[in-house]
């Protein structure tokens, strides 16, 4: 096979990477009290892994969960097709290539979640008979230095963020957009959300009273946060809804997408964004995600209690919060040390 076809069948088995509940021969297999995978190709039984394992029909993960899963999955049947005889037939010295390569490419994270998406799948694999060996047993993390982490400048994450309006380039809407653009620039900014939860904020999430302005929605793990709002972000929003109605734009979301009527734009066109900013006045590529980072870190430096920090932020654990700290003090020590 010449490396056109190849990349012809990897082509179209990631489109097809989508469960298919007219598949006859699916559906008969989960008839029956136990999957019998035997009659089934590699990428049916990817497909049924991705719909009984990781998305079954009562799973109530994120969308962003569900992209990384879905990489992480790509990434392993890509792997499977151009470099295996196949899923039955995997050997050791397979999973110890998959290993070396996911190793060679990636960051230290990376690699750690595509291992533990492949341990998943040898361990489905042998719990359904279709592998008399625990494969998955082989699938160790290897060590790996984190790399260093890059430090937060305030000053130019501001900037990045003040710069989304000017990213726009349409003519249709513009100032709308730039106003659009401008706002969740700066909610990301002052507020901490993450990309996700950013994407589904609704208007009707701002709450104000004499005392105080927050918005208050259901974040990861469906857990509730409120977080304050500054004045400039509440005259944005003010500025964003008169400027809707005004153009006769409507849509209950904040980052709200002209193409689809009354729905969000995606994480790609927020990252596009934020990386267009970035690209004006630093060197280092600036996902949504360092927003996040940056207002954690400007709280714990300006001394919010780490408690305080974590129910701001969403953390499940405080150890996550106080990673951030430890950062800080580590940074904070080499700085001292440096002019002693």
Known sequence: MNEEEMNEIVIKEEAALAFADSREKLLAVLENDHLNMEALSDLEIFELFWATEL????????PHTKRAYKQDLDYILRFFVTKTQGVKQLTILNLHEYLKDVHDQYAPRTVKRRNTMLRRFLRFLHVNDYHARDLSLQVKDQMKPEPLRREIDFDEMEAIALAFRHTVKQKKHRELLQLRNETMGYLLLTTGMRAAELLKLQFSQIHETSSINYIEFKGKRDKWRRIPLSKKTIHLIHRLKNLMQIEEVLSSYI????????????????????????????????????????????????????YEVMKLSGHESISTTNQYLQDINNIENKLNSYFD
């Open 255 to 306: 980052c709200f997408n002209l193409r689809i009527k009354d729905f969000p734009i995606s994480y790609e066109a927020l990252r596009l964004i934020a990386q267009a900013a970035s690209d004006q006045f630093s060197l280092h590529s600036t996902s949504p995600h360092w927003f996040r980072r940056s207002f954690i870190t400007k709280l714990l430096s300006n001394g919010v209690p780490l």
């Open 55 to 62: 998305f079954p029909i009562y799973s109530q993960k994120s």
